[in-house]
């Protein structure tokens, strides 16, 4: 947390999470107020913006904080406005006066002159050794006076003080509950968390939470040191990952995208990916999601690259396709399963339902329609064998296919990483 002040307004630069705590603070403030029957709030509002460094390692670290500022509408009781807080300062020349103005009091107008050291216009006294008073103001007379913290019992009809009476008591406050308040660290950008992780990665092999062990660190809890660990080993791990950190840069800008438009999938771990990829930063909870698109992105592109070249082929398969077998010979087709659509017809009570089934090997694609059981525990993208007699040579959309009647099961097999 860093902080700045003027005379209008109290400036913190927080993360987000110190932010959040902030305003629950400041909400708490004002229900206490509420309670003891004030009127007038405190407001805690802030504008959001990003901060890049680079660090001993050459990666440019994005963090996220929020520039805070805490204005406010002046304490009110019975009519009457607490404008500042009054300390009497003891001087070469006697004494002066510094006036604490309470938020949402700019200035308070009134003459020092006029005022009194140890003075309480609330019961009419000057006590010696009287160093604080407040300064209030009637809301319709305009009147001005000055009341001893010790009479505010009398005039407010409550024991304690005004909640939130001057700008530095409200920032003190809310500064001692930050320094309670355990953060999590710097928010960092979802580039940068990506970046870490393929640095890492590259440099010790990716090591998921359920396969560590002692002396081998899951990949997420070394992206954690490297982003926020202090110490000696910290230090060196960023050392270790420097060569890495140029290169990791640019494929987080490749990770991201990628993931973003061609994740595919609808359970929760895909979107909560998705959701935390979009995020302007990135919470520490959530920090092993985040690490995880760079697995999630090798699988996908391994997989795209698969499947891409597994279309490409039956596509090129299918463009030279040929007709097997004359029709009535008997042959065997041996091929991977592309199409399984059940087929229901309805005789009387007891419907019957057939398969089509597509195989496709090399140059023939054969069609067939079978309710044999086989065909119900094959699935698309089995490799089967099957004999049957050829029924009929087709055309169907440019791909000329050959239609199988009383297909027989020869041989099954099923890729490795199927169901």
Same mark, same amino acid.
């Given at each position: 947390?860093?902080?700045?002040?003027?005379? %209008?307004?109290i400036t913190w630069t927080l993360t987000q999470e110190e932010f959040a705590a902030t305003q629950d603070r400041a909400a708490a403030i004002n229900?206490?107020?509420?309670?003891?029957?004030?009127?007038?709030?405190?407001?805690?509002?802030?504008?959001?913006?990003?901060?890049?460094?680079?660090? %001993?390692?050459?990666?440019?670290?994005?963090?996220?904080?929020?520039?805070?500022?805490?204005?406010?509408?002046?304490?009110?009781?019975?009519?009457?406005?607490?404008?500042?807080?009054?300390?009497?300062? %003891?001087?070469?020349?006697?004494?002066?006066?510094?006036?604490?103005?309470?938020?949402?009091?700019?200035?308070?107008?009134?003459?020092?002159?006029?005022?009194?050291?140890?003075?309480?216009?609330?019961?009419?006294?000057?006590?010696?050794?009287?160093?604080?008073?407040?300064?209030?103001?009637?809301?319709?007379?305009?009147?001005?006076?000055?009341?001893?913290?010790?009479?505010?019992?009398?005039?407010?009809?409550?024991?304690?003080?005004?909640?939130?009476?001057?700008?530095?008591?409200?920032?003190?406050?809310?500064?001692?509950?930050?320094?309670?308040?355990?953060?999590?660290?710097?928010?960092?950008?979802? %580039?940068?968390?990506?970046?870490?992780?393929?640095?890492?990665?590259?440099?010790?092999?990716?090591?998921?939470?359920?396969?560590?062990?002692?002396?081998?660190?899951?990949?997420?809890?070394?992206?954690?040191?490297?982003?926020?660990?202090?110490?000696?080993?910290?230090?060196?791990?960023?050392?270790?990952?420097?060569?890495?950190?140029?290169?990791?840069?640019?494929?987080?800008?490749?990770?991201?995208?990628?993931?973003?438009?061609?994740?595919?999938?609808?359970?929760?771990?895909?979107?909560?990916?998705?959701?935390?990829?979009?995020?302007?930063?990135?919470?520490?909870?959530?920090?092993?999601?985040?690490?995880?698109?760079?697995?999630?992105?090798?699988?996908?592109?391994?997989?795209?690259?698969?499947?891409?070249?597994?279309?490409?082929?039956?596509?090129?398969?299918?463009?030279?396709?040929?007709?097997?077998?004359?029709?009535?010979?008997?042959?065997?087709?041996?091929?991977?399963?592309?199409?399984?659509?059940?087929?229901?017809?309805?005789?009387?009570?007891?419907?019957?339902t057939s398969m089509l089934v597509i195989v496709e090997g090399g140059t023939t694609v054969a069609k067939m329609f079978t309710a044999a059981a086989?065909?119900?525990?094959?699935?698309?993208?089995?490799?089967?064998?099957?004999?049957?007699?050829?029924?009929?040579?087709?055309?169907?959309?440019?791909?000329?296919?050959?239609?199988?009647?009383?297909?027989?099961?020869?041989?099954?097999?099923?890729?490795?990483?199927?169901?």
């Amino acid at each position: 947390m860093t902080e700045t002040t003027n005379a %209008e307004e109290i400036t913190w630069t927080l993360t987000q999470e110190e932010f959040a705590a902030t305003q629950d603070r400041a909400a708490a403030i004002n229900r206490r107020a509420v309670k003891r029957g004030f009127t007038g709030r405190i407001e805690v509002t802030g504008v959001t913006r990003e901060i890049t460094e680079t660090d %001993e390692a050459g990666l440019p670290r994005t963090r996220v904080v929020v520039d805070v500022a805490i204005s406010g509408e002046a304490p009110r009781y019975n009519g009457w406005q607490f404008l500042a807080a009054v300390d009497t300062i %003891e001087t070469e020349d006697g004494h002066d006066f510094v006036i604490r103005s309470a938020p949402g009091v700019e200035e308070t107008g009134v003459d020092r002159s006029t005022l009194g050291p140890g003075r309480c216009e609330h019961c009419n006294t000057v006590r010696a050794n009287r160093r604080y008073t407040y300064l209030v103001r009637h809301a319709e007379t305009g009147e001005t006076r000055q009341v001893g913290s010790t009479c505010i019992k009398d005039f407010t009809g409550w024991t304690g003080k005004p909640v939130f009476i001057s700008d530095d008591e409200l920032r003190r406050d809310l500064a001692d509950f930050l320094g309670g308040f355990t953060s999590s660290g710097p928010e960092y950008s979802p %580039e940068t968390v990506v970046a870490v992780a393929w640095a890492i990665s590259r440099e010790f092999g990716w090591v998921p939470a359920a396969a560590a062990y002692p002396g081998k660190t899951a990949t997420r809890d070394l992206v954690s040191s490297y982003l926020y660990g202090k110490s000696r080993a910290d230090r060196e791990l960023r050392k270790e990952v420097a060569p890495e950190i140029a290169t990791a840069s640019d494929m987080a800008k490749t990770i991201i995208p990628a993931l973003l438009e061609g994740l595919d999938g609808s359970g929760d771990y895909v979107t909560n990916l998705k959701t935390c990829l979009r995020a302007a930063h990135v919470e520490h909870r959530h920090l092993g999601i985040v690490v995880s698109a760079v697995a999630a992105y090798e699988r996908m592109t391994g997989e795209t690259a698969r499947r891409k070249a597994e279309a490409e082929e039956r596509a090129r398969q299918r463009a030279e396709s040929q007709y097997a077998g004359t029709v009535g010979e008997k042959i065997a087709v041996t091929g991977t399963v592309t199409r399984l659509v059940p087929i229901k017809g309805s005789y009387g009570y007891n419907p019957t339902t057939s398969m089509l089934v597509i195989v496709e090997g090399g140059t023939t694609v054969a069609k067939m329609f079978t309710a044999a059981a086989w065909a119900w525990e094959v699935e698309q993208g089995d490799e089967i064998t099957v004999s049957a007699t050829v029924k009929a040579h087709e055309d169907y959309q440019g791909i000329k296919q050959t239609a199988l009647t009383r297909p027989k099961l020869i041989e099954k097999t099923t890729p490795e990483g199927s169901a």
